[in-house]
């Protein structure tokens, strides 16, 4: 039997393939026996469609020639009527042109057969129209062979039709090769999105932006306080984390985000989600927004979610829980997190529980998460560890170290360090600092150590500080430096001062004042010791009164020494007093050191002693003497017991 192949037919299957390939829906490019999927276009009848042609005027043209007893017809009648669904009408022309030699109408009737559930006779004809060169049947006919489990005989037909050109074998021939884990997926993956397959350019999408991140990050990675933590967005997450945004190390997510950008393009729902986080990830919001929202019109819940996120962080909150009821309602479970978190933020806590347990019947496990910190936020303890060991048996690392805390709070060391320890061993940096506050309580300090030096690592500010006054301890200054500047940086007022002292030791003994010297400038050491003061630290701040008044900035080492002495610090006073009696307001500064002495301060007193025996107030003199004696240091005891005695002999006198 000669099939034919004359220029006209080869025309129409590239047009088809390529409309085809611009609009049939992933879900149909991968369903059996879908018509669009392997319908062969079959030529036309020497006159030519025209555009103004209705369809019905095509069939009965093409009835027309076909009753004629013209191939080329009887051939394209049949593959009207078989996407029309008219099986019974498709099957006697397609049969016709077949038995004539026509490779389109072969392909096609194996269409037809494999719609009415005869495979293994669609397949045969598949065979003959693949074997004259109908790409569309090698795919059928690989697509066959992979669904009956004879991959050597599916990746044959399927590189027929890729080498062919043909979108979809490409696509199906990748999708074998990939499921195989072979490294030539890619290739035609590529050749398929070229030709506009949007799932192809999706998948190519995913491979290019895996490689690059494995590029970058290697191919293997994947006196305080108890830290509890809060509700944040990681316990109720947005958007999905983006792979390296274009322009960072590697150069190929560029061309990554292009594919994702031509796939949502087409319309691919989950192209546009990604697209729209790889955006949001490089601060492109409003472009990140336009994705996301295409996504989430299109069904996609995780992008109404992430959407909700980004409509939140902009102020609109009336709008963010629009999209999250929206993903909600369509069972994402971070969506009935974010509303659970909305309404437990305004107060209505029923109303947040009903959402975080809808979170959880959605498999999200961060809903028992939050109701455990709902609960204990209420202090219903009980129902709060209750919820905690549910997450934290379902592997949530966070509820793991929040029911450690819970348990350590309650008396229960020993239950608490098991839960504190899987929390660290699964990343929770919070848990393997809590494991550091553990142990230095049974005085373990070496391996309290281990653990703060772990969350250290990891960018815990308060476990650098830990590791720096060990470092100190040690005295290991470098090691102390680095991870004090690492906690300070982090905010740490006390990492601050430590390193301004730090600092402050090495600075040469000033020399002599020279009258008329120009003012000198701000030490580093002088700049942590202020931003320490800034955040309330108090003996930074008479610290930095002190650097001041050495400088010759009375009015700023007033101000530091009174903001010092306000908040308690019996130093700030005392300097505060020293300077106002230099200044000439000895009543202001005898109250300074009334607070300060009353305080415990031993020179406070001495200098109250001083005051009252000028005045000559020899009882009030005494009084104070005997707060200073008791107060020392060594010196000051001395001075104040000779002052006493001097005052006890005027008295005597």
């Not at 099939?3 to 037919?9: I, L, S």
């Not at 990554?256 to 990830?281: K, T, Y």
């Not at 553990?438 to 309290?448: E, I, P």
């Not at 430096?481 to 040469?508: I, M, T, Y």
Request: glycine content about 10%; aromatic content about 6%.
């Amino acid at each position: 039997m000669v099939f034919m192949g004359d220029r006209a037919t080869l025309l129409e299957t590239g047009r088809f393939v390529q409309r085809h390939a611009r609009n049939a829906a992933d879900e149909i490019i991968e369903a059996a026996g879908a018509v669009d999927a392997v319908v062969d276009t079959t030529a036309t009848t020497g006159a030519t469609d025209t555009e103004n042609e209705t369809e019905t005027e095509v069939e009965a043209r093409h009835r027309r020639a076909a009753e004629r007893g013209d191939l080329a017809a009887m051939s394209a009648l049949g593959a009207l009527l078989l996407r029309r669904g008219d099986l019974d009408g498709a099957e006697p022309y397609l049969r016709g042109a077949t038995a004539e030699g026509d490779r389109a109408a072969a392909n096609n009737l194996g269409v037809l057969l494999h719609q009415r559930g005869y495979a293994d006779e669609a397949a045969g004809w598949w065979r003959v129209a693949a074997v004259a060169g109908s790409a569309p049947a090698a795919h059928a006919l690989g697509r066959h062979h992979r669904e009956r489990g004879d991959e050597p005989a599916a990746e044959y037909w399927l590189r027929q039709a890729a080498e062919q050109g043909h979108a979809l074998g490409a696509y199906a021939l990748a999708d074998l090769l990939e499921h195989r884990g072979d490294v030539g997926a890619e290739r035609w993956l590529r050749a398929a999105a070229e030709q506009g397959h949007r799932e192809a350019a999706y998948r190519l999408a995913l491979a290019l932006e895996r490689r690059a991140t494995e590029t970058v990050r290697g191919p293997h990675e994947t006196g305080t306080r108890l830290r509890v933590p809060a509700g944040t967005r990681d316990a109720v997450a947005g958007a999905p984390p983006a792979g390296p945004a274009a322009g960072e190390p590697g150069g190929e997510p560029n061309e990554a985000e292009q594919w994702f950008r031509q796939a949502a393009a087409r319309g691919h729902r989950r192209a546009a989600l990604h697209l729209g986080a790889i955006l949001e990830h490089r601060g492109e919001l409003k472009e990140a927004g336009r994705w996301y929202l295409s996504s989430a019109k299109e069904g996609e819940a995780k992008a109404a979610c992430a959407l909700g996120f980004l409509l939140r962080d902009a102020g609109d909150e009336e709008s963010a829980a629009v999209w999250w009821l929206r993903a909600a309602q369509d069972g994402d479970g971070n969506a009935a997190n974010a509303l659970g978190a909305l309404h437990a933020a305004r107060g209505e806590q029923q109303t947040a529980e009903r959402w975080y347990r809808a979170a959880m019947d959605a498999g999200d496990v961060n809903g028992a998460y939050n109701l455990g910190l709902l609960c204990a936020a209420q202090d219903r303890i009980p129902q709060a560890e209750q919820w905690y060991r549910r997450a934290a048996y379902a592997g949530h690392r966070e509820a793991a170290n929040a029911l450690a805390v819970l348990l350590l709070q309650a008396g229960d060391a020993n239950g608490a360090e098991p839960w504190f320890s899987k929390a660290a061993e699964a990343g929770s940096v919070d848990a393997a600092f809590n494991l550091g506050i553990l142990h230095a309580g049974r005085d373990d300090d070496r391996t309290a150590l281990v653990w703060y030096e772990r969350a250290a690592a990891a960018g815990h500010t308060e476990a650098a500080l830990q590791v720096g006054i060990a470092a100190l301890r040690d005295g290991d200054e470098r090691t102390a430096e680095r991870h004090l500047r690492c906690a300070a940086g982090g905010g740490s007022a006390e990492a601050a001062f430590r390193l301004a002292s730090v600092l402050d030791a090495r600075r040469p003994e000033p020399g002599p004042a020279v009258l008329g010297a120009p003012r000198e400038e701000k030490s580093e050491c002088e700049e942590w010791y202020e931003r320490a003061a800034q955040q309330g630290h108090r003996r930074a701040q008479v610290r930095v009164g002190m650097l001041a008044a050495g400088r010759g900035d009375l009015a700023e080492a007033d101000r530091w020494y009174r903001e010092a002495a306000e908040a308690g610090s019996r130093n700030g006073a005392f300097n505060l007093g020293l300077l106002l009696a230099r200044e000439g307001s000895e009543r202001e500064a005898a109250l300074w050191w009334t607070r300060a002495a009353r305080a415990g301060h031993g020179r406070a007193a001495l200098r109250l002693a001083l005051l009252a025996a000028r005045r000559g107030e020899l009882t009030e003199g005494r009084h104070w003497c005997a707060r200073a004696v008791e107060l020392g240091p060594a010196e000051v005891a001395e001075r104040a017991a000779r002052l006493s005695e001097a005052l006890h002999q005027e008295l005597t006198a």
